[in-house]
Each structure stands twice: as C-alpha cells, then as structure tokens.
Nanobody, 129 residues
Framework: QVQLVESGGGLAQAGGSLRLSCAASGRTFSRYNMGWFRQAPGREREFVAAISWSGGSTYYADSVKGRFTISRDNAKNTVFLQMNSLKPEDTAVYYC??????????????????????WGQGTQVTVSS
C-alpha cells in the first residue's frame, strides 16, 4: 500500500514557475513508476509527466515538453514536478500517481491512468494571464 500526498500548488502568473512535490509512504516507493496527471474543470484527466521506477526514463505530454521536468528522490520518497513558463491553460488540479511496482512500462503505459494503482488527493494550480 502506498499513500501519496501532493503539495506546492497555488497561484502563479503566466510565465512563472511552481514546483510540485509528492510525498509517498511505504518502504517500496523506489520500486514504483510515478506519474503526474492533471484535470481541469469539465475535462478528462490527462497525462502530464512520468518517471520510471529506476529514474532512468522520463516521459512528457507534448503540451508541457520543454517547460516541465519530473524527477524523484528515492531516499526521501518524493517525486517532483518543476513547472516553468506556466500558461493559463496549465490551470488544473494536479495528481500524483504510483503504479507498476518493479514493472518496465512501455511509453504508452505511462500515459494511461489505468496503469497506476495509487493516487494522491490532488493540488490546485492556477495560472493567471
């Protein structure tokens, strides 16, 4: 069982930056693939970024590529999402997720919400123009 708690959301101006953190409980965090998804009002949850359990591979949605960076610190059981050059369309609730313990996902696996077993409660990110 893994519990995930996101933090770091808030209000930012367009062009600004925020850094989201996701703290995980449990001793097996380092064996899980981790993902960030977001959901805006009236829209489906969408993939943002993911990192393999080894940390050796990262994946990004085209809409955030070059602006967002995902990373993990297994010693601190934490995954991060550094968001730069924020745009109003980045406004959403951001969710951290964990899945596929010790499983080597394909690229498309990372992008599917059903690939993840555990989810945080979400943190609101609002970007003003």
């Amino acid at each position: 069982q893994v519990q995930l708690v996101e933090s770091g959301g808030g209000l930012a101006q367009a062009g600004g930056s925020l850094r989201l953190s996701c703290a995980a409980s449990g001793r097996t965090f380092s064996r899980y693939n981790m993902g960030w998804f977001r959901q805006a009002p009236g829209r489906e949850r969408e993939f943002v970024a993911a990192i393999s359990w080894s940390g050796g591979s990262t994946y990004y949605a085209d809409s955030v590529k070059g602006r967002f960076t995902i990373s993990r610190d297994n010693a601190k059981n934490t995954v991060f999402l550094q968001m730069n050059s924020l745009k109003p369309e980045d406004t959403a609730v951001y969710y951290c997720s964990a899945g596929g313990r010790s499983v080597a996902y394909s690229g498309s696996d990372y992008m599917r919400p059903r690939s993840y077993d555990y989810w945080g409660q979400g943190t609101q990110v609002t970007v003003s123009s």
